[in-house]
T-cell receptor
Framework: DQQVKQNSPSLSVQEGRISILNCDYT??????FLWYKKYPAEGPTFLIS?????DKNEDGRFTVFLNKSAKHLSLHIVPSQPGDSAVYFC????????FGAGTRLAVHP | DTGVSQDPRHKITKRGQNVTFRCDPI?????LYWYRQTLGQGPEFLTY????????KSRLLSDRFSAERPKGSFSTLEIQRTEQGDSAMYLC?????????????????FGSGTQLSVL
């Protein structure tokens, strides 16, 4: 059962524009959501998180939005930079983190 | 560097052999997780420890897999009688969590993983 879904396997964005990565979940018991970023041959690194009691969290160029009624969250990166090119994983937690399949973001000049 | 360390980085083995991986978490972290990742998928939970106690194990984890965390410090993951389907990246992560809490409202710090290839 895939409780956390990232339906877009890839996304290509021009440098300076906004990148929007989407994530859907099915379990209403999830109480915390995180985004991780992964470069090749490295482990995932934490990017930003949001509690289920909030609808927005911002950290520099990164903003995460949570829509609990739709069981949907999104990560906005503004402005996108070539160094943002990586695989982004959405994760949700109860007693452990459950990850989506990831979205590969390519930011081109 | 005081990050999560995993050893080895790569392991090639023949089907039927046993393999063991080691993870050294960030020293003050009380939780340690093992995940497995295959190509095109996200990390899949295997098991986790709070200190030396193994608190949860995925039902996907067959009896051929066993993990230990003696003394609540480093951890080992052993796979017995490896199969080609075991080929994956095995990731370890650690976190600092208030004792007794059941939720994971803290961020996990991942190691670089051990890439296992079973021939």
């Amino acid at each position: 059962d895939q409780q956390v879904k990232q339906n877009s396997p890839s996304l290509s964005v021009q440098e300076g524009r906004i990148s929007i990565l989407n994530c859907d979940y099915t379990n209403s018991m999830f109480d915390y959501f995180l985004w991780y970023k992964k470069y090749p041959a490295e482990g995932p690194t934490f990017l930003i998180s949001i509690s289920s009691i909030k609808d927005k969290n911002e950290d520099g160029r990164f903003t995460v939005f949570l829509n609990k009624s739709a069981k949907h969250l999104s990560l906005h990166i503004v402005p996108s930079q070539p160094g943002d090119s990586a695989v982004y994983f959405c994760a949700a937690s109860i007693t452990k983190l459950i990850f989506g399949a990831g979205t590969r973001l390519a930011v081109h000049p | 560097d005081t990050g999560v360390s995993q050893d080895p980085r790569h392991k090639i083995t023949k089907r039927g052999q046993n393999v063991t991986f080691r993870c050294d978490p960030i020293s003050e972290h009380n939780r340690l997780y093992w995940y497995r990742q295959t190509l095109g998928q996200g990390p899949e939970f295997l098991t986790y420890f709070q200190n030396e106690a193994q608190l949860e194990k995925s039902r996907l984890l067959s009896d051929r897999f066993s993990a230990e965390r003696p003394k609540g410090s480093f951890s080992t993951l052993e796979i017995q009688r490896t199969e080609q389907g075991d080929s994956a990246m095995y990731l370890c992560a650690s976190s600092l969590s208030p004792s007794g809490t059941a939720t994971t409202n803290e961020k996990l710090f991942f190691g670089s993983g051990t890439q296992l290839s079973v021939l």
